[in-house]
């Protein structure tokens, strides 16, 4: 009886019906989530296609998949099914590095094997269903292309990041910051000659959505994202193997492809494992801003391994703020005296690090052996151990893909402990597998791994917990130079729905100049944001980054006491995480724990709006809080804001009014 309601509770059926114009039988499964609402339909024939529904509801049409391979193989077409086999899994994820320190698994499982030299496996998450090839060849191989399809149901509204800039050829495109703000537009009016890029979200029946991942990116191209022909399908696209690259760019610091090889990814096994391809699923939009799919389907950590060492925290930073200190009586700029004095306010405020970004090394010669002579590394190194404080080095991508060993051997030996990787800048085979080798590498040697100038997260973090925060998000940076046109406070209520379903973000927050939609103006040296200052307090809890920045200057800072000390205090990874409520494009709100403390921050778009906080999560007992909302006049004087203390009342319900764009942060202790 129990072994029946196991294969019950699966929910997996065979059926084999002979069907016209197919040239043999058709095999159908599927696969049901364990709670049962969520299953995908699987048919095998001639090509393969999977569909998905959700309590009823069709998110997702009948879709193809293959991979071709060189020679005219392929996974996937006319292929020759051998068997079946199915799992179900309930267990839990150790997490040292994340939004919470443990992460239930439970999903039921698919495997398809095939007489050509492949399995199939489909997983069924309750919150998502995904898929991957796996080769079992026994000799070296390329892959021509892969065919990964999402046809929707109908022409639905969608949240597509085109890459910033469009060029004359898609494939030209995927040299990409992989950074842009949404357009949200249906599917039918997507561009034709613009590519995107993953995470995106589509809307789907009954205020669900479908948001668009992918996961375990060792070896293999990233995929983009396009719809050629004005039509409700997504396809993905996947840049050629690089045949030749030029040193170029930024500061000679970049990669350029030249000419690409007619193949997307070359082995010399047969043996492979292929990305995750993941369709997750939404009731509530605020579900989005707390998935743990892309982490969930990533490589584990190997165990024999001591990451011990890996510690997370907050940065001074002094890029932003263009190195602008006052009050001081040195000339700031890259030299010893402004990096002493950034160490002097990190110490003081229990701030981890302090990063020297770009200029450190001698320009243009792409060698991080070369110092400077205003930058004496070793003092610094020093003066920021008696200090407790550590030193991160910005480093271009070209410089350190040169030598990656000798580097992290050398800097880790002098005291560093970490680099700021940047201008990757592409997502083919050969740039997936710097960051993999490059995160290996830099393990050894006790060094964290900060890339910036790359493409969305997808699991790399769980494999090596050393890489400790990723980019691929319009972060703050841009408003040293974007115009008002760019609407960065709907963005910022936006993406945690969206790009941060992937995973953490190197957005670097802190702005302590504010600006309302008015008073917002792009200068370089003296940036401001747009929004609040509870705004830019509010993003420290909301937005997920195990390494933090404080983009604005220890002078900014040591007017703002009150606001520093309470983003100085925040954690940067934690216990427990709760995504309570929030709509993409609006308004969002997060609690997030760590240590039996509780912190809520929540922000809206342009609009003003009051909404009401469930903190029932708190349990029994009574509660305190400090809370830092928008000030009466924020709506005209963006920095103005509000600190109060109060009792968390008994039925633990809480209002939470913001400014048109605006934010409210709040920390929670038991009293």
């Not at 050894?444 to 100038?453: E, F, Q, T």
């Not at 200052?533 to 937005?543: G, I, K, N, P, S």
């Not at 609006?586 to 903190?615: C, F, H, P, Q």
Request: hydrophobic fraction near 35%.
């Amino acid at each position: 009886m129990k072994n029946t309601k196991k294969l019950f509770l699966l929910c997996l059926t065979v059926v084999l019906s002979g069907l016209s114009g197919i040239s043999f039988a058709q095999k159908q499964f599927t696969l049901t989530s364990p709670d049962g609402k969520l299953s995908t339909q699987v048919s095998v024939g001639d090509v393969i296609e999977y569909s998905v529904s959700h309590n009823g509801d069709l998110m997702l049409d009948k879709s193809p998949l293959s991979m071709t391979l060189e020679g005219g193989k392929s996974f996937g077409l006319k292929s020759r099914l051998s068997g079946s086999s199915t799992k179900s899994i309930n267990q839990t994820i150790d997490a040292p590095v994340y939004k919470r320190k443990t992460i239930p698994d439970h999903y039921n499982e698919l495997t398809l094997r095939f007489k050509d030299g492949f399995n199939l496996i489909f997983r069924a998450y309750n919150d998502g269903i995904a898929y991957r090839f796996i080769s079992t060849l026994k000799n070296p191989f390329k892959v021509l292309n892969e065919q990964a399809v999402y046809n929707f149901p109908s022409d639905q509204k969608a949240y597509i990041p085109y890459v910033q800039l469009k060029r004359e050829s898609l494939e030209s495109q995927m040299f990409t910051s992989f950074e842009n703000t949404y357009q949200y537009i249906n599917l039918s009016q997507w561009d034709k000659e613009r590519l995107a890029f993953s995470p995106l979200v589509v809307e789907g029946v009954n205020g669900k959505k479908v948001c668009i991942a992918e996961s375990d990116l060792i070896d293999y191209p990233g995929m983009f994202l396009y719809n050629g022909n004005g039509s409700k399908s997504i396809k993905g696209m996947f840049a050629r193997y690089p045949k030749d690259i030029k040193q170029g760019g930024h500061n000679m610091l970049q990669g350029l492809v030249q000419t690409r090889e007619e193949y997307i990814a070359s082995y010399d096994k047969g043996a492979v494992e292929f990305p995750w391809r993941a369709v997750i699923v939404s009731e509530y939009d605020h579900q989005l801003a707390d998935s743990d799919m892309v982490y969930k389907l990533a490589t584990p950590a190997n165990k024999a391994i001591d990451y011990s060492w890996v510690k997370p925290g907050k940065v001074a930073w002094e890029w932003w703020n263009a190195w602008n200190l006052y009050d001081v009586d040195f000339k700031t700029g890259i030299n010893n005296d402004t990096y002493k004095y950034y160490i002097d306010f990190a110490s003081e405020h229990g701030i981890e690090y302090v990063i020297l970004d770009e200029g450190w090394s001698v320009n243009l010669k792409a060698d991080l052996y070369q110092v400077i002579p205003e930058i004496n590394l070793k003092e610094l190194v020093e003066y920021g151990k008696s200090k407790n404080v550590g030193l991160i080095l910005w480093a271009g991508y070209y410089a350190l893909n040169k030598d990656i060993e000798g580097l992290c051997k050398h800097y880790s030996e002098m005291g560093i402990k970490g680099f700021k990787v940047d201008f990757m800048d592409r997502d083919d085979q050969p740039m997936v597998n710097f960051h993999y080798r490059a995160a290996e590498i830099a393990a050894r040697y006790n060094i964290l791994m900060d890339y910036h100038g790359t493409y969305k997260p997808t699991g790399l973090q769980r494999t090596f917990p050393n890489v400790i925060n990723f980019e691929g998000v319009h972060g703050l940076e841009q408003m040293k130079w974007a115009d008002a046109s760019v609407d960065q406070v709907a963005y910022d209520v936006t993406f945690p729905f969206i790009r941060m379903v992937a995973g953490p973000v190197d957005y670097t927050q802190g702005a302590m100049r504010n600006a309302t939609k008015g008073n917002y103006r792009p200068i370089n040296s003296e940036a401001m944001s747009q929004g609040t200052r509870c705004r830019q307090l509010a993003e420290y809890v909301v937005f997920e980054s195990p390494l933090n920045m404080l983009c604005d200057n220890p002078s900014n800072y040591m007017h703002e006491a009150e606001c520093t000390e309470f983003i100085a205090d925040i954690p940067t990874v934690w216990d427990n995480t709760v995504a309570l409520n929030g709509k993409i494009g609006e308004y969002i709100a997060i609690a997030r724990e760590k240590n039996g403390v509780w912190y809520v921050g929540s922000m809206t778009n342009w609009d003003a709006r009051t909404i009401e906080l469930d903190l029932s999560f708190l349990g029994n007992g009574n509660y305190q809080a400090e809370i830092f909302k928008d000030g009466v006049n924020a709506d005209k004087a963006a920095r103005d804001y509000k600190k109060e203390v109060i009792d968390i009342p008994s039925n633990k319900k809480l209002t939470a009014s913001m400014a048109p764009g605006g934010g409210f942060a709040m920390k929670i202790s038991k009293k």
